[in-house]
């Protein structure tokens, strides 16, 4: 026994340093964050404690509710997409299992891009005057669009392009749930002459159900925190029609130099992304078999 | 002028003789090894300026004996990087570069700058040129006479426009801002695949050209100590500045920043560019534009000629454990010798002197649209404004609203007068928490 114990004791000793970097790394800036929050900071540097005035104030921001509503919208447009066409190419990857390993790789090439790669390759393509995108459907008799220029379409545009990038990860989760689903499901269907769409819907997709949660918290964290192919493309623009809440909060800390409202605002999305994820390991559970 | 103005650019011209006669004195116990051993480490913005210059570290190494760490990134992340370190008072870098119209009052309010005058007058190579320095960027790098940077270059917006399109369809060089509609007008029908006005339409970036329109048509930011965007004047130059890229710009000219500019242009798709003299080298890349382009600043307009002329800064930070040693990284940096290399890549040197070098000159006589382009930048030198925003410390917050007013009025959600008064709302609120 006490042998054990002094093995668990050194064991404990030896990971001590880097379990307490880990966390210091984690909770130090969060907390400090949350700190911050309460600070007012100056132009000049100087800080002041200011109790809950950030968050008063992001009250009566229009920006912050702006940024709210973009978040939302990008975040259920590009979930919805992604999950369908994840799904969708993963029953494709399942059924084609003779597809040659290049055209796998092809298919799932896009994620593995950095997304500021990404973002100034679709730049390149959308641009209304230059760019390949409008040449196509001026090509086939379609009017040109204005793609990421336009206040209206900015926002789907963008839920396009990360589900491009992004729809392979998604079906490589759905592929390995597709994967550990039990076969002897799928003969019974077959001995009761269930038809392959019958198949699909009453047994498949129920099945993948877990699995379909997993990928939406995996991409809910990354979707609610957007920025880095916004910042690339737009800016936020045209005029603030794709300024989601880290976007904000981005360039109210680091452009207009405001850190402590900025940290109130990455506080709140914090909260959100949170909360997000808390409610789909919720549904988790309960579609699970 | 304003008076600020008038004090910090007599506080420059004394700086300039002060400098300019201290150094004939320590002329002669000027050592470049005197640092030898030591490392300076640079913060950089990875633009052409720097780009070019750390092409030459190991000269500075070897001439020094002082060892250079850079630390290189984009110009927003660098910015991000900078407040990091210097929120947190830490001396991680010892130089870095700077927009002094953009954040230099700002940084100098929170004491992030190094004076540079007493370095410049104690330790200067007996051929750093002050005399040969524009006036107008050192008093832009200025404040409440600290000299906080040294130019490293002089730029601005220009209009770059195609000399064939405009003899084809008989069309005269532009000679007042408010002829730019017309001439647009009959591009637009003389040359319909050409878009016949390009210019920055970005939000965050718009201020840089549109400055220029503002005081071209006698506009200014701000009066007796309020926002003046609803003024006769700037409200015509709103107008301007958007009806010429709404009705005459390309498709998609709200997201128009300098990249999408120089795309267009070079790619024959523009009549008329203006935007920045640093990407005249990236314009005139594969020649396509070389015997085609005119170049001039914006035209005079009802309030004359005041074209926009800022330039990078290199400066010493305050918490820089070793500020001495990184005053010979900025000095051989901002140095006539490298800046006379940097004029043959296409980088608007701000010396006098440097211009005048027979090498810039013979490089200038090869093609006439060099020397159009160095005559516009002599002009920016000479009239030029550093003034792009409000000449407040939140100068990087007030471009933000600029940028809202002109877009909303761009792409039609506002009138001029509703999003003027928005924006003079938004900015009188800035001024005010100043």
Not at chain 2, 39 to 53: E, G, H
Not at chain 2, 58 to 83: C, H, N, P, W
Not at chain 2, 210 to 228: E, I, V
Request: charged content about 15%; glycine content about 6%; hydrophobic content about 45%.
């Amino acid at each position: 026994m006490s042998k054990s114990i002094s093995l668990r004791g050194q064991m404990a000793a030896m990971s001590a340093p880097s379990v307490i970097f880990t966390v210091g790394m984690i909770a130090f800036p969060f907390f400090y964050t949350i700190w911050l929050s309460f600070q007012t900071m100056s132009a000049t540097g100087t800080i002041r404690y200011t109790g809950a005035a950030n968050y008063v104030r992001m009250v009566s921001d229009d920006q912050f509710w702006n940024g709210l509503t973009i978040t939302a919208a990008l975040y259920f447009l590009s979930l919805v997409m992604q999950l369908i066409c994840g799904t969708a190419l993963a029953l494709l990857l399942f059924r084609a299992k003779k597809l040659p390993g290049i055209v796998r790789s092809l298919f799932i090439s896009p994620f593995m891009m950095p997304p500021v790669v990404a973002g100034m390759m679709w730049l390149v393509i959308l641009d209304p005057s230059l760019g390949a995108a409008n040449y196509i459907l001026t090509s086939f008799g379609l009017p040109p669009s204005e793609w990421l220029a336009s206040p209206g379409f900015v926002v789907p545009t963008l839920a396009l392009i990360d589900t491009w990038q992004w729809t392979p990860y998604v079906a490589l989760i759905v592929l390995g749930g597709l994967q550990s689903l039990p076969p002897s499901v799928y003969e019974a269907a077959e001995i009761d002459g269930a038809s392959k769409f019958k198949t699909l819907y009453r047994i498949t997709l129920p099945l993948l159900l877990p699995t379909l949660v997993t990928a939406a918290v995996l991409r809910s964290v990354d979707l609610l925190r957007f920025f880095d192919l916004i910042y690339i493309t737009t800016q936020g623009g045209p005029a603030n029609a794709s300024s989601t809440l880290n976007i904000y909060g981005f360039r109210t800390g680091f452009e207009f130099f405001q850190l402590g409202y900025a940290s109130a605002l990455m506080v709140t999305l914090s909260v959100i992304v949170f909360g997000a994820v808390l409610v789909l390991n919720r549904l988790r559970t309960a579609v699970a078999w | 002028m304003p008076k600020s103005l008038q004090v910090s650019r007599t506080l420059a011209a004394a700086l300039l003789l002060s400098t300019t006669l201290t150094a004939a004195a320590i002329a002669q116990d000027f050592n470049w090894k005197a640092h030898e051993g030591q490392t300076v480490t640079f913060l950089a913005n990875n633009n052409p300026w720097a780009t070019k210059v750390l092409e030459h570290k190991a000269e500075f190494e070897e001439l020094t004996g002082i060892t250079l760490k850079v630390d290189s990134y984009q110009e927003q992340q660098m910015r991000q990087r900078m407040m990091t370190v210097m929120n947190a008072r830490s001396d991680e870098f010892d130089v870095f570069m700077t927009l002094p119209s953009r954040e230099g009052a700002q940084f100098a309010a929170a004491g992030w700058y190094e004076d540079l005058k007493p370095h410049a007058e104690k330790d200067a190579s007996p051929d750093y040129d002050y005399a040969g320095l524009s006036p107008a960027l050192l008093e832009a790098a200025t404040f409440d006479g600290e000299l906080t940077g040294m130019p490293l270059n002089i730029e601005g917006p220009l209009l770059y426009y195609r000399t064939d399109l405009f003899e084809k369809c008989g069309i005269d060089a532009p000679a007042k801002l408010e002829d730019l509609t017309a001439i647009s007008a009959k591009l637009k029908d003389c040359a319909p695949d050409v878009t016949p006005f390009a210019t920055r339409g970005l939000k965050p970036a718009l201020p840089y050209t549109f400055s220029a329109f503002l005081h071209n048509m006698g506009g200014s930011y701000m009066k007796d100590g309020k926002s003046n965007l609803c003024s006769a004047e700037s409200k015509a130059a709103i107008g301007l500045y958007a009806s010429l890229l709404k009705d005459f710009g390309p498709p998609g000219a709200v997201n128009y920043s300098f990249y999408q500019l120089t795309s267009l242009y070079r790619e024959g798709k523009s009549a008329m560019s203006f935007q920045s003299s640093n990407e005249f080298s990236s314009i005139m890349e594969g020649d396509a534009r070389l015997n085609d382009t005119a170049i001039v600043p914006l035209p005079e307009g009802a309030g004359g000629s005041h074209p926009t002329a800022i330039g990078w800064a290199l400066a010493v930070s305050k918490f820089s454990s070793n500020p001495d040693a990184a005053w010979y990284f900025v000095q051989w940096a901002s140095g006539p010798d490298m800046q006379a290399k940097l004029a043959l890549e296409g980088i608007a040197p701000p010396r006098n002197s440097v211009a005048g070098d027979p090498a810039y000159q013979a490089w200038l006589a090869e093609k006439p649209v060099r020397q159009a382009w160095q005559k516009a930048l002599g002009h920016l030198a000479d009239a030029g404004t550093s003034e792009v925003g409000y000449p407040i410390i939140q100068n990087p917050e007030s471009r933000e609203y600029i940028g809202q007013a002109v877009n909303a009025v761009l792409l039609g959600t506002s009138t001029v007068d509703e999003a003027c008064a928005a924006a003079d709302e938004q900015l009188n609120t800035l001024i005010e928490r100043e």
